[in-house]
């Protein structure tokens, strides 16, 4: 596991959010294990996994892995897996964590598969359990479409076993998550992938001398927003307008008129930032420091999708250094990155209230850091 994927150990529960994981409690294990084994919906067996989705190749605005065929849980099947998964996570019930898996499940971390298969899925939050103690995992908007389900989340625990070889230091741990969850039409997820940050987690252990992102206080946690609508997730054309301005003004480099994007009071949480954004004044000056870092920054291949007044966006974010970001400074001029990044974006009146914007900044910092490579001759 490397440095950009620290934080990809915290595990968490639905603590807090009782109205986003509750539902059909009589949706029991049996039900699960009769409808892997069974393959009901599509007269498979369990062993086949025929409606395995995609290794997340991006083939167009509005695609998404798992999207180009018939094989998807409605919107309410899918969702109801989710709740599944959280109840049963934060029980910590392995086995029925796992059963909600189909056989060639992949969870991907950071653009990269990190597991694939339920006996290495099943390894990895065995992992995360033992080196996070004390989780706690507060789901803020759950959207849900045709075959899939997003999920931002503010997640937090105790470093509590060792970590890259770093022993515990006892240290509270926060981030926001984004999690994909694709699921078929068997009620089996089929693939799950996380984006998030690791560079405040790395200030919270005390590996970097960078100000570290305090938490907010549950108590200003409420319960989830949660909404599901069958079809391909065509966001209303104001919501998507919306969501597609601050991506098109961070591309271009126009800071104005990526604060104008958000209304008057509207909040920007961008996962590598020490503090949230407030205000356009606020989230034009965020965008700003960005440009001033990484004059080239782009966003490639972005994808929306979304439900209500929420949207939901992939994308590639690509640059190069050029000045001073969090502290830390490049050991030579342009040196170039590219990391994935998620978004889920609230859209009220044609302007965002709330986004979240992550993306590894752990992973800019590793690239940035990394020495020039010498000349073969």
């Known amino acids: 596991m490397g440095l950009r994927s620290v934080a990809l150990v ?8 009782a109205s986003a994981c509750g539902g059909d409690d009589d949706r029991q294990a049996a039900d699960r294990e009769g409808r892997s084994e069974a393959g009901e919906d599509d007269g498979s067996a369990r062993g086949e996994d025929p409606a395995q989705a995609p290794r997340g190749d991006r083939r167009g605005e509005g695609e998404a892995p798992g999207h180009d065929d018939d094989r998807m849980a409605p919107a309410d099947t899918a969702l109801s897996t989710w709740k599944d998964w959280e109840r049963a996570l934060e029980r910590g019930a392995a086995d029925d964590v796992i059963a909600l898996y189909a056989d060639g499940a992949e969870l991907v971390l950071g653009g990269a598969v990190a597991a694939s298969g339920r006996a290495e899925i099943e390894r990895h939050f065995e992992l995360r359990a033992a080196a996070i103690g004390d989780r706690e995992r507060d789901p803020r908007v759950v959207i849900a479409r045709d075959g899939e389900v997003v999920v931002v989340a503010d997640v937090r625990g105790e470093h509590t076993g060792e970590i890259l070889g770093i022993e515990p230091t006892g240290a509270r741990l926060y981030r926001a998550e984004i999690w994909r969850t694709f699921v078929d039409t068997r009620g089996l997820i089929t693939r799950q992938e996380v984006y998030a940050d690791a560079l405040n987690i790395q200030a919270q252990m005390q590996r970097r001398d960078i100000a570290a992102r305090a938490p907010p206080a549950r108590a200003e946690v409420g319960d989830a927003v949660v909404h599901a609508e069958s079809g391909d997730g065509a966001p209303a ?3 998507r307008k919306a969501a597609a301005a601050v991506f098109e003004a961070l591309s ?3 800071s104005q008129a990526f604060g104008a994007a958000f209304s008057p009071d509207g909040v920007l949480h961008d996962g590598s930032a020490s503090q949230d954004a407030t205000g356009r004044g606020a989230i034009a000056g965020h965008a700003s420091s960005l440009r001033q870092a990484f004059p080239a920054l782009e966003v490639r291949r972005l994808e929306l999708w979304g ?9 590639e974010l690509s640059g190069a250094h050029d000045g001073t970001w969090r502290r830390i400074r490049a050991r030579a001029s342009g040196a170039r990155f590219d990391v994935p990044g998620a978004a889920l974006l609230e859209v009220a009146d044609g302007a965002v209230t709330r986004a979240w914007l992550l993306y590894d900044g752990a992973a800019i910092a590793n690239a940035i850091e990394a020495p020039e490579a010498e000349d073969d001759d």
């Open 10 to 17: 915290v595990a968490f529960s639905c603590a807090g959010a």
């Open 237 to 239: 054309a104001s919501a």
């Open 252 to 254: 271009a480099g126009d």
């Open 307 to 315: 439900a209500g007044d929420y949207v939901a966006a992939t994308y």
